[in-house]
């Protein structure tokens, strides 16, 4: 495949060896395609970003990217799961924001990359 012109390589479908690196945005997506429907928070999404890139994103780069897949339709706001007592008492997941991805995101998606700890 190297013998063939840069312009036509640019062309061609990708094969799983010459994969580009996903970005933030793209991670993002095939989190959210491959999670449980419910919904997925910032938190699941900044570690699974850090762990498939070995990158930290910033929590208000990703706020202004939710917005923006949220204008484009490519993701909605979850609804926030019931909240859950805790051994002690205190209540779990309360004030937290779940994001689910759109028929229209699924098919923007990018498959998803199994990560471990």
Do not use: C, W
Request: charged residues 25%; hydrophobic residues 35%.
């Amino acid at each position: 495949m190297t013998t063939l012109p840069k312009a036509l390589l640019k062309e061609l479908p990708e094969y799983a060896n010459e994969r580009r690196k996903y970005n933030a945005k793209e991670l993002v997506l095939a989190l959210m395609a491959n999670f449980h429907p419910a919904g997925v928070t910032t938190k699941d999404m900044m570690v699974y970003v850090y762990r498939a890139n070995k990158t930290v994103m910033k929590r208000n780069y990703l706020y202004q990217m939710l917005y923006r897949l949220r204008k484009a339709g490519l993701v909605g706001e979850g609804v926030p799961q019931t909240p859950r007592q805790s051994a002690n008492g205190s209540r779990l997941n309360e004030g937290t924001k779940y994001f689910h991805i759109t028929e229209e995101g699924r098919q923007v998606a990018r498959p998803y990359i199994p990560v471990t700890d």
